[in-house]
T-cell receptor, first 114, second 115 residues
């Protein structure tokens, strides 16, 4: 299995630009999670989907952040406009009942906003 | 609200020393418990998990953890650490089993092993 695939792996962008992070969950997994990791705040759950439907987006910091899951094999996390405080590692993860609800993480997208 | 607390922010050990990292959670219902490891510059990887049955769980790389329900604890142990165990360790709890398994993480414990 290819695991959770994220792109881009690294991105440096200027403040005010739009950033789109992409995720392909493990095939057959029906839950998808977006986490953000920073030194100051640790790991934060931003949003998660179950069967492509957003279940809990209470962790999304503000309206500049949005996430979509148009189908079972693809999700995006968008930041518009980006700000320096958005600099972090963004992890996508997926799970399913068949995996015992064990969550498997992608390798992360390292975002730097200058 | 559910929460996970890891007692130690940073632990420094010499090789061959024994390790115990504390984890406590606050939730009265059924839980699934996890320990993840994050090596420097890498993503989180599953170390071990507890769903039910024997409360002493063995994971990869010689790690084990014990679930003590009465103490709401799930401490991670390893009898003899190696330099390659240098990493950050996260305890996590899953309390929404039927809704796709939202994980709540502790703040992490950074382990530094001196050769």
């Amino acid at each position: 299995d290819a695991g959770v695939i994220q792109s881009p792996r690294h991105e440096v962008t200027e403040m005010g630009q739009e950033v789109t992070l992409r995720c392909k969950p493990i095939s057959g997994h029906n839950s998808l999670f977006w986490y953000r990791q920073t030194m100051m705040r640790g790991l934060e759950l931003l949003i998660y989907f179950n069967n492509n439907v957003p279940i809990d987006d209470s962790g999304m910091p503000e309206d500049r952040f949005s996430a979509k899951m148009p189908n079972a094999s693809f999700s995006t996390l968008k930041i518009q406009p980006s700000e320096p405080r958005d600099s972090a590692v963004y992890f996508c993860a997926s799970s399913s009942v068949s995996s015992g609800n064990t969550i498997y993480f992608g390798e992360g997208s390292w975002l730097t906003v200058v | 609200a559910q929460s996970v607390s890891q007692h130690n922010h940073h632990v420094i050990l010499s090789e061959a020393a024994s390790l115990e990292l504390g984890c406590n959670y606050s939730y009265g219902g059924t839980v699934n418990l996890f320990w993840y490891v994050q090596y420097p510059g890498q993503h989180l990887q599953l170390l071990l998990k507890y769903f039910s049955g024997d409360p002493l769980v063995k994971g990869i790389k010689g790690f084990e953890a014990e679930f003590i329900k009465s103490k709401f604890s799930f401490n991670l142990r390893k009898p003899s650490v190696q330099w390659s165990d240098t990493a950050e360790y996260f305890c996590a709890v899953n309390t929404l089993y039927n809704q796709g398994g939202k994980l709540i993480f502790g703040q992490g414990t950074e382990l530094s092993v001196k050769p």
